[in-house]
């Protein structure tokens, strides 16, 4: 379904029901479908409201095929190197702010706040401008932002910067299949009739290739989170896989060390994963932590 959110018609979906909430707020390019059903399930199963939603420039969302990408990621990177502030299409504050959109729309006061990879940098802004909406925040194989961590392993680089070998959309799934091959870990491998459904469906939704390097450009604009960090108060958990090539784990670590009080969890053999059986390793710890730190009822 639609919601009105930020000024934008963002798609989202709702398990509904008088459980608290949790919003769930995908990474880099990823679309709602990305939280395998079975994960949202087993949380609705356990008692709670599960909300999703594709992110600005992805899925059902509206997307920007008028502004430009990988000249925007050029842009953002070349200013960071220099200090000067970038001019982009959006931020990950606007991201944040389209998030909280989505509970107003939904009329959800606060809720359980996670996100994964860029989503968990965007649940962290959420943290930092509107700690009366996060109960807890949770970060999934994300990073804090911050200058000298370790980027992505250079053949993992190597395949994100490749393209398709054509416009079909056969070579649209391989292309997919072997960039989400590249990031992922040695504990949670996908067969490969999962992992091409997975790509086929999000593609029948809507591929906007351009709209990840916008993505991408707002993460690398977004210089100050890791210093602004120690403003989080909520109860904080951090789940990193410690084989992953994207975001290493050093990434991880960083953010719990900022957050006052934050909990790190090392997920052995995790990389950057979106199969079933790595959202099942996440549901044992985060299902746990939710019921340690329930939301208060006026």
């Known amino acids: ?161 490749g393209k398709p070998r054509g416009h079909d959309p056969e070579a649209l799934t391989r292309y997919y299949m072997r960039v989400f091959r590249a990031v992922s870990g040695p504990a949670f491998a996908a067969s490969d009739e999962w992992l091409r459904a997975l790509v086929m469906r999000a593609l029948a939704r809507g591929d906007n290739p351009s709209g990840n390097l916008r993505q991408a450009a707002a993460v690398i604009a977004d210089t100050t989170r890791a210093a602004e960090l120690p403003r989080v108060r909520c109860p904080t958990l951090v789940l990193h896989g410690e084989a992953d090539p994207l975001l290493p784990i050093k990434c991880g670590r960083d953010t719990a060390r900022r957050i006052p009080g934050a909990r790190f969890v090392a997920i052995p053999g995790g990389g950057h994963d979106i199969t079933p059986s790595a959202f099942d390793a996440f549901a044992r710890h985060l299902l746990p932590f939710w019921r340690q730190h329930p939301i208060a009822t006026a």
């Open 1 to 161: 379904m639609k919601v009105q959110a930020n000024g934008l018609q963002l798609e989202v979906d709702d398990t509904g029901g008088p459980g608290e909430p949790v919003l769930l707020i995908m990474g880099l390019g990823g679309q709602l479908i990305y939280w395998p059903d079975s994960f949202v399930q087993a949380l609705a199963a356990a008692g709670y409201r599960v909300l999703r939603f594709d992110n600005r420039d992805t899925g059902l969302s509206p997307h920007w095929p008028e502004r430009g990408g990988r000249s925007q990621l050029l842009a953002a990177g070349l200013r960071r190197l220099f200090g000067v502030p970038p001019h982009l299409p959006y931020t990950l504050h606007d991201m944040a702010r389209d998030a909280l959109g989505v509970l107003d729309a939904l009329g959800v006061p606060r809720a359980h706040i996670t996100g994964i990879s860029l989503g968990g940098m965007v649940a962290q802004r959420i943290a930092i401008a509107a700690p009366e909406r996060c109960a807890t925040l949770a970060c999934i194989m994300s990073s804090s932002g911050a200058r000298g961590l370790p980027g992505p392993r250079p053949q993992v680089l190597k395949v994100m910067a």
